[in-house]
């Protein structure tokens, strides 16, 4: 997912890849570090003066990532050079009052959780495009008669506009249960060694990062990470139903449809193709989710007041879930954005079905009445909220 | 999952296996069909006589539910006997008005989401009792002092009501999110064979069985299946954490809680033991689920107007999804209920601690007032709501 | 999976289903307990005349499946119970032998390897059934032209016949791992309640039972578990992706294959559509495989010498995961015995490519040389072994 | 997974992980048509003195990476802009010998089992010195006495030894199914467009990569990368089964093992606590494989001649498996080599057992002869093969 990735154009497309990189978990970590030293100067644990010093030193390219990532082996967690290295850089007076009452875990879920929010609002903002050109395809293909098809077999005549208002109601449903979790569900923990610090502190934490100040730390009750993984899941089902539809109606035999983008999907030996890339990338991204959602929830389980092993398998899982979904929502967008729709060919192809004896083929608009009326109810409900 | 699974007292505990049965699916399914053709007396599609005569005819006990399983086969789904099969009993002169307008998937999804409705209404109550429980334990054992632990290792003091508020709190935000889910997410589908069927009848259907009437018919769009199930992974989640935890507590070097209820846990041949029964019931259920949502997400991509293997991979999944979360909470508010917590062992174990130099655990009360402050807390928020 | 299930046409075809019922595993549970008493008797522990008596007594039908689930409850596991009925079916002077020196996961453990096996049969079965269809589709079709396809695009020319062979190669690679995992992986369990029971009366089981003498008690080292879930998993993969192609090609628009079975498919309001049910039904059964395999791996985690909640996660899922690889490759067999290819639209599709400036479509055999000979590969291979 | 990652020393520990990066992924396709090119020159295709100046091009310090990366999302996989990239380093006079024949899924392919290989080598070898370790604590602990252990609950007395000889059986177990698994599954892919290519040239490339040459070209036909995914499974799963016993047999309450390694493990707040590092690294890793697993299997539905998806989700997930087994394989390995055994603690605890009654306890050594004969097995049984 890294720019070391061959793989990255596929996997790592639009802005959540960047945004839960490994510099951007350590920024994350820092800006947690410099927000808690304020916290406690607010609650009057540190001196004002010592606490602006150290928060202006947590910035990222004062740090080593290689050194800190080897080094935190050695804990199974990088807080501990993080915070050995942010100790030097304040120097030995100002050390007590770094990470003061804080247990690596805080610094680690608080910095998950800024970067989970940093990551899907690139998700969201893609999924928002995606709406936008899902609603003008609805629109604009109100009265494009097509084919209908059930178990891959023509059934009876639709609309276009009608299978794109279906697309735009469920990017709209999946989006609104993703923001409603992000709004809810991106806490800060600063819950101290096992979770009984005073709430005061995580609540000015919460105010200074833009985060959600919880009942309680949750250090092993994973509700939040839990319920954020499974509505990235559900944004990217709905993207991969896209571009499946996408897939098959692209088909020679079919192609009612095109992906635009110009000099895209060529072929290394077959100069005659043109493959669907931007639909076959959703589903590259969007079948790696459901096997990181299953280790998300499976990684619930966590023992005590601080797992050992679930807790730890969460932060590169996390990271790939918010990537992958984030891509195939920067590809789902692209795609519909420039799809391109042969109207001709879907009149054609509904031939065969008033050949086939189905009366409703012959003159579809006879029979699509409701779908009309159905497109109206999608673009309005994805109007609101 | 059934009364002839030779595990069903672990797996099917609770009410939530009996509604997902073969026979609960049949007469969901029947009900289904009976709300339709009201709908249409409604819309003055049938004669109002007719509608009546054909909703009495939809009595589970009438039919055939093995054959209509074996002749199901032949069509991938058990609607086409099943109409076939209320044909016959209503009279070739109504037969035409049943299933007016349908599709076989309306008929199935429909179904399900009653199904999703009635198995999850014995969930979500468990999940109550145990939160009632936990709130309990919380409440209790404020002041009692025991070892927190971090990967394992003991760490610093908290109190047994801390521990507690924490289940109390997940169990409580994930019931939220499951309840919600339940009050916007079963929808009746009722689109007609492409979906394009006006949404009057739709919304008649949904005020008759209790269900949301949605923006579009959804056979593709699996936004409503998806959530569920991550609502109900989310919760089971948690009902390992808590096990989990009783496990570990319940160890013989441990010993700090103990499952209740006599006569329960005895070993076939080591009569000193008692197994923690109930909290390897609940994970045994709960280690399922992950799995079965991965099934879930991965099905999102549905092939156009119905898909071909992806939709029919979902019934057994959500059943099984539906029967082994509500077992895990049953067992999860059995285990809470009678949860026996051993103050003294709790404190004898903090010596330990002490004697590793560990200044808080000699007195630990000193120490844990933000617990307490958090226990309030966490009771404030699970009374809301 | 059982009768009662609705589905059970859909996802419990082939001999694999019943062989997990719950009747099918008491069963198998009283095998073990007679071979163990046999075995027993053999190493001079129990008297010759008390096994046989014992022996005779295990029989299935002397038992109540649902009274030992339902107390099977309460010791989370339903051997405490049937040892129970077992010792009051031989009387008070002989319950002693009963189930002696062994723990209740010896009997679950080796009931588990022989439901597996005897279900297994039926999967391997069936998949060699598919086997000798591919192989007689692959020979017949050797000359059939057709368009290669590749991200669902028309590519190149090649035959219906080599893309039977590359069906033929992938079950045939998948069964010889499963068959071979059978042989060797299918284990007894006898160690007892820590597992340091001396291995001769495991041995003396295993020869009875026609199972393998492991080295070593495998209680919580779930080596052979996972091995064959992978095996079946591999297996339901090929399955899926010969049903994948099915309905890609029987699509309305390709028309190149057509399930066979006169009176299958027929849609309740679409006169004029045939579905291609068969195809869709392995899917059906196949999506829901990954997500198993997911379970049983993730429970390999499993504590000290018997695990809380893993293991009695296996049991459900284990018999899942057979019966739904059965039912798959029960109607991938269907599938393949029945398919019609349409050799006329295979060499009229194939026009499009020519039109499109592909020279080797005009005329294909010119440049389809090495696909017979990769099809006598294909063929000598899977002959083999 | 690369040196970008922040958690890089807890899920890329040993050479897997850099096995799998980019650059290696680069590495092993610049060697594959190199391999291509020298085959083609045998089969007299392509001139000698050609074949060798472009093979001698195929150097990876000559590419640009994010170039290549970044260009290869325009067509869904990077081997358009690698053989771009290679025929403008050969000249336009050679650049028709370059990937001749070949399709890009040949090359990715073919690269991508190189990179398996070379990645399951260190996968392995820190397996092996694994069962080395395991089976020295196996021998050393022959007689050590200890409690064995079920449902987390003291049972009756085992010996350290034989613990050690279950997980050394485990490895074993499954080391010998992925060494198997490289030596007849990790095969070349050279099958050209359509995978009608004759097998000769196929032939020499393996030949000269150290790879199997496969009956037919497997492009959509995964049996060979599920069954690599599931041996991986199998393994990490024996690693979190040991893992899952050292955090539980370190707890402060039994202690009865400890991590060795000095200065590791420490705590950032809590100078008492020495955290098992190792186990939960092995964890982390090991937690994350399932979901992975679960993601190859579901690929295996692929379309056609080449998939639309399905196949390219499979890279990045087989490079994560890949590093995570065998970073979880290194963990294990120095997990074992360090292991601290405390037999005092563990007699200690049996103490509690013989106090409860169970008469073993008392004099374990007069009732574990078997364990001895048990541990002879295993050690005979880990040095075949």
């Not at 497309?13 to 951007?24: D, P």
């Not at 690596?104 to 936008?132: C, H, N, P, W, Y």
């Not at 097509?146 to 005549?157: D, E, F, H, N, W």
């Given at each position: 997912m890294t720019l070391e990735?061959?793989?990255?154009?596929?996997?790592?497309?639009?802005?959540?890849?960047?945004?839960?990189?490994?510099?951007?978990?350590?920024?994350?970590?820092?800006?947690?570090?410099?927000?808690?030293?304020?916290?406690?100067?607010?609650?009057?644990?540190?001196?004002?003066?010592?606490?602006?010093?150290?928060?202006?030193?947590?910035?990222?390219?004062?740090?080593?990532?290689?050194?800190?990532?080897?080094?935190?082996?050695?804990?199974?967690?990088?807080?501990?050079?993080?915070?050995?290295?942010?100790?030097?850089?304040?120097?030995?007076?100002?050390?007590?009052?770094?990470?003061?009452?804080?247990?690596?875990?805080?610094?680690?879920?608080?910095?998950?959780?800024?970067?989970?929010?940093?990551?899907?609002?690139?998700?969201?903002?893609?999924?928002?495009?995606?709406?936008?050109?899902?609603?003008?395809?609805?629109?604009?293909?109100?009265?494009?008669?097509?084919?209908?098809?059930?178990?891959?077999?023509?059934?009876?005549?639709?609309?276009?506009?009608?299978?794109a208002a279906g697309w735009l109601v469920g990017l709209h449903e999946a989006t609104v249960r993703l923001a409603e979790e992000r709004e809810r569900g991106l806490a800060v923990q600063m819950g101290g060694p096992v979770g009984a610090r005073a709430p005061s502190v995580a609540e000015h934490v919460a105010a200074e990062l833009g985060l959600v100040a919880p009942t309680l730390p949750w250090h092993t009750v994973r509700v939040r990470v839990a319920a954020l993984a499974g509505a990235l899941g559900t944004l990217a089902g709905v993207l991969a139903k896209i571009a499946r539809d996408v897939t098959l109606l692209s088909q020679n035999e079919v192609e009612e449809v095109r992906e635009g983008g110009s000099g895209r999907g060529g072929s290394t030996v077959m100069a005659h193709k043109r493959n669907p890339v931007a639909a076959v990338s959703v589903l590259a991204c969007a079948r790696r989710v459901p096997g990181l959602i299953a280790t998300i929830l499976a990684c619930m389980e966590q023992e005590h007041e601080r797992a050992a092993g679930a807790w730890q398998a969460e932060w590169g899982t996390m990271s790939d879930l918010l990537a992958l979904t984030g891509s195939a929502a920067s590809w789902g967008r692209d795609l519909l954005e420039r799809l391109e729709i042969d109207r001709r060919r879907m009149r054609e192809n509904l031939t065969r079905l008033a050949a086939a004896g189905v009366a409703e083929a012959a003159e579809p608009e006879l029979h699509l009445g409701a779908a009309s009326e159905l497109i109206d109810r999608a673009l309005a409900a994805a109007s609101t909220a």
């Open positions: 990735d061959l793989f990255g154009g596929v996997y790592g497309r639009g802005g959540a890849a960047a945004a839960t990189s490994g510099r951007a978990w350590l920024q994350a970590m820092l800006e947690v570090e410099a927000a808690l030293v304020r916290a406690c100067a607010r609650e009057r644990l540190v001196p004002a003066q010592a606490a602006a010093t150290i928060a202006a030193a947590c910035r990222v390219e004062r740090f080593d990532l290689q050194a800190i990532s080897a080094e935190g082996a050695e804990h199974a967690t990088p807080v501990v050079p993080l915070v050995r290295a942010l100790r030097r850089q304040v120097g030995e007076e100002l050390a007590r009052y770094v990470h003061l009452g804080a247990t690596s875990q805080d610094i680690v879920d608080t910095a998950a959780m800024l970067v989970a929010k940093r990551a899907s609002e690139f998700v969201v903002a893609d999924a928002r495009a995606a709406i936008g050109a899902a609603a003008g395809l609805a629109q604009d293909h109100r009265g494009t008669a097509m084919s209908g098809r059930t178990l891959l077999q023509q059934a009876l005549p639709t609309t276009f506009g009608l299978r």
